[in-house]
């Protein structure tokens, strides 16, 4: 038996659920082969297109999405030439999903993240972040540097508060939970604000991952793209990931700080992709501290213009030519 059918068979962790591998059938512009890797005992799921190439991309999602996310650019880079990875988080996608919300803790998920990268072992990829992708992944990238030789960041952030503040901000974020109450889908499609998508999927008791896919868009999802991003999410037992991300924002923000010194040692190139209408990190200047980073100097950073912050979804092609493009034209 290999070791791929090994890892399918492998059996399911006590308090993890595992989303059946019929519920991943027939999905649309999603035709990829499952690959996995064993991570605590649970199964970690990775897309791995175009392996017989040099040279890698990797592709991190966040909350509450899944590789399905990058489905129309990993065509496009591994035509280009590029071995593609894309991994779920665990809790996510095809990956296994701990029950326990104690069980996802900013940490946890770091440390997830760095097994499944150092078990590849793969040196100077370059790495696209977005969302919790780029607050999981760069603290990685701060403890790991050979992983990277080029980094995409796009609509993600990585706290660094210092004090008082990064005492004060959990407190302003438990707030805006408190008074955004029961927020429904109806309140999140009115307004995107921190308080209603934090206390939308702390309170309800149904998820509609597919209509809050389509509320962080521009474009129109089709029924069966949004049906693709419920898929990972059979029931309330598969829940605890993307409930408790929203919760945690602002945790570990002296880890924050840490990887950020680090990774200012680093000249590795750094370009910025951020979008014009993400309703969270739009004109906040986050964009402009990476720009700050040395290897950001110079470098053709851009503003995707009519896109939200799943930007993946609005502007695939526009955002993987413009990677490419970049990767050229730094001698990648």
Request: no cysteine; glycine share 6%; net charge neutral.
């Amino acid at each position: 038996m290999s070791k791929f059918e090994k890892l399918q068979t492998t059996p399911i962790k006590i308090g993890v659920f595992r989303t059946p591998d019929s519920a991943f059938a027939d999905l649309p512009d999603y035709p990829f082969e499952p690959n996995y890797i064993e991570v605590d005992g649970m199964r970690m799921h990775y897309l791995d297109e175009g392996r017989e190439n040099e040279k890698t991309i990797f592709l991190l999602h966040g909350q509450p999405s899944w590789s399905y996310l990058y489905r129309k650019m990993v065509p496009i880079f591994v035509r280009a030439g590029y071995r593609v990875i894309a991994p779920d988080l665990i809790g996510f996608g095809r990956s296994d999903k701990p029950m326990s919300s104690d069980a996802h803790s900013y940490q946890a998920h770091v440390n997830w993240m760095t097994s499944f990268v150092q078990q590849l072992g793969i040196k100077n990829a370059t790495v696209f972040m977005q969302d919790w992708g780029g607050m999981i992944g760069l603290r990685i990238l701060a403890e790991n540097p050979d992983w990277a030789s080029r980094l995409v960041v796009a609509n993600t952030a990585l706290g660094n508060a210092k004090a008082p503040f990064k005492y004060i901000l959990p407190r302003i974020l438990k707030a805006m939970r408190f008074f955004a109450g029961n927020a429904s889908i109806e309140d999140l499609t009115a307004k995107q604000s921190y308080g209603n998508w934090a206390g939308y999927f702390l309170r309800s008791k149904k998820l509609e991952f597919g209509k809050v896919m389509q509320i962080l868009t521009t474009s129109k999802l089709a029924p069966a793209e949004m049906a693709a991003y419920e898929a990972p999410f059979a029931d309330h037992r598969s829940y605890a990931g993307p409930r408790k991300m929203p919760q945690i924002v602002a945790a570990q923000q002296d880890e924050g700080r840490a990887a950020w010194d680090k990774l200012g040692q680093s000249n590795r190139p750094v370009l910025t992709l951020f979008s014009d209408k993400d309703p969270f990190l739009a004109d906040t200047g986050i964009d402009k501290q990476f720009q700050a980073l040395p290897g950001a100097a110079s470098q053709p950073h851009e503003t995707i213009t009519n896109a939200s912050h799943f930007l993946q979804e609005d502007k695939s092609i526009e955002i993987a030519d413009k990677v490419l493009n970049w990767l050229e034209n730094t001698g990648y």
